[in-house]
């Protein structure tokens, strides 16, 4: 039987012709049976995608031959086969969503806040005796089902409204400020708009909590980190006594990471959220 791998990357680099590598990344995925999300833009390429462990290797092989991308981080995590149901490589604006308009925004290979390693948030919160705040810039469905311990976790659906919530963020302004998020990509981004806003001391987590999660499973990042395929849910030693299961249950408030897609019984709007097995089955919430 074959094992599966899925790739976590991003790369913010100028592209000269970002079609060309649009088209040479759907054709080089189609033939190596890869499945997944790829945009790619002026800016650079951000993808996540899962193939078999021989396929994933070629593909990083051929990926880090066009010299933009020598460099990049490939995060991998293991697979399921089905963690993709498609193909989809797209020419967008953005590969991170903002929203600004075009005169408003930066070179986010060049204007971003300063990189703490893995390592260095770990000794930074164990043993430095350092004033400084976790800012957590994933969407709030996402916080649902694991966090830092004592991090700020803005109420974000979408990272396009990270502009619009800045007035709600003042406080930090003359603090010490360490972004996260899954893979490091909206951080790489957010972090310019922090310092352009007036932030004055600004970091971002480098290669994102994945990568803290891997190297620190069960400590200070707490539950699962949400991704962004049929998983939903990531974990490290999940069978160690020291994980929890922080996610509740938004209509019985019961202990559960269950991700679902449905309709909220108060409002009637449709909602991604932890929804536990026994409000389903009681009929407490409808599936969309």
Known sequence: MPTYEVLLFYKFVSLKDPQAVTFWQKELCA???????????????????????????????????????????????????????????????????????????????????????AEELHDWIHNQKKEFYILDLRNAYEHQSGYFVG????????????????????????????????????????????????????????????TYMEKYPNEDFVGKLYVFDSRYLLGFNTEDSKHQIVGRCLITGKPCENYVNFIDPLTGERRHGIVSQEAIDQGLVRLD
Do not use: H
Not at 105 to 113: L, N, P
Not at 169 to 194: H, N, P, Q, S, Y
């Open 31 to 117: 033939n190596l049976g890869l499945k997944g999300r790829i945009l790619v833009a002026e800016e650079g390429i951000n993808g996540t995608v899962e193939g078999t462990t021989e396929a994933i290797k070629k593909y990083i092989q051929q990926t880090k031959m066009y010299s933009p991308f020598t460099d990049i981080n490939f995060k991998k995590s293991p697979g399921t086969g089905t963690a993709f149901n498609k193909l989809s490589v797209k020419l967008r604006d953005e590969i991170v969503t903002l929203g600004l308009p075009k005169e408003e925004r930066w070179d986010c290979s060049q204007f971003t806040g300063k990189f703490l390693t």
């Open 151 to 210: 991090s700020i976790l803005p109420n974000l659906s979408y990272f396009r409204d990270l502009p619009k919530l800045l007035p709600t963020l003042e406080f930090l302004k003359d603090k010490t400020v360490v972004t996260v998020c899954t893979g490091g990509i909206r951080c790489e981004k957010a972090t310019g708009l922090l310092i352009k806003y007036g932030f004055k001391d600004v970091w971002q987590l480098k290669d994102g909590i994945v």
